[in-house]
């Protein structure tokens, strides 16, 4: 599932090219950055879900951060609209920071329980160790 949601971000960079190819005020623009930001958030939504079913810390997060976020744009909408494009660009972005803040939390925890860090903490020798128990 990460590969898929790789693949979506990915495909957003080419959205987020055409963004600067057609800034705000051309037609073009609100096309383009609406695509954007659906494939950012669709390619953090699927690996989420994967690194969530591989029990690893803190993929739950990463997809509730971006559904959350969705749900509340549409709620937003719906009872008294955006000013302007630029608002919602803005408070997407905004979200798609703390998935990111988030996202390498999950990558950096052990896989495997045997695996042990050791930090040794010593005024004279600061180091640490990452091993195995077996």
Not at 3 to 16: K, Q
Request: aromatic share 12%; proline share 6%; net charge positive.
């Amino acid at each position: 599932m990460e590969i898929v949601g790789s693949s979506y971000v990915s495909l957003s960079g080419v959205f987020l090219a055409l963004i600067g190819i057609y800034p705000s005020g051309t037609n073009p623009h609100t096309f383009v950055s609406t695509w954007f930001f659906l494939q950012i958030f669709i390619g953090y939504i699927i690996p989420g879900l994967g690194i969530h079913r591989r029990r690893i810390k803190y993929g739950l997060e990463m997809s509730q951060i971006v559904i959350a976020a969705l749900l509340i744009a549409i709620i937003i909408e719906a009872i008294w609209g955006w000013p302007s494009a630029a608002v919602i660009e803005a408070c997407g972005m905004y979200r798609l920071d703390q998935v990111v803040h988030i996202g390498p939390f999950s990558l950096f925890i052990p896989r495997h329980k045997s695996m042990v860090i050791i930090l040794n903490f010593s005024p004279h020798k600061p180091q640490a160790y990452l091993g195995s128990t077996k």
